[in-house]
Nanobody, 115 residues
């Protein structure tokens, strides 16, 4: 019954912005940690942004200053605000939530940044 659903991906020109959403089936407070990952074709999945405790966030060096992770507790949703997008940001973006010893993944949303 645990479900994470990503949305907000799409095609955008370099320099543009997108906001990704990760809607949880239950309260996001039930997760010990949540974060955003991405995977480009032929590449390993990598951490983009995450938080493990309220108010604690971490970002990949490649996105620092451009991406922001935040949440809306009332909507049980975690967001990834992306600005100044680059073609190198093109990937499938996944939301992950950790509850106890288990990781839960969304199905991903495609982000394509054109040159």
């Amino acid at each position: 019954q645990v479900q994470l659903v990503e949305s907000g991906g799409g095609l955008v020109q370099a320099g543009g912005s997108l906001r990704l959403s990760c809607a949880a089936s239950g309260s996001i407070f039930s997760f010990n940690a949540m974060g955003w990952y991405r995977q480009a074709p032929g590449k390993q999945r990598e951490v983009v942004a995450a938080f493990s405790t309220p108010g604690t966030t971490n970002y990949a060096d490649s996105v620092k200053g451009r991406f922001t992770i935040f949440r809306d507790n009332a909507k049980n949703t975690v967001y990834l605000q992306m600005i100044s997008l680059k073609p190198e940001d093109t990937a499938v973006y996944y939301c992950k939530g950790t509850r106890g010893r288990y990781d839960y993944w969304g199905q991903g949303t495609q982000v394509t940044v054109s040159s």
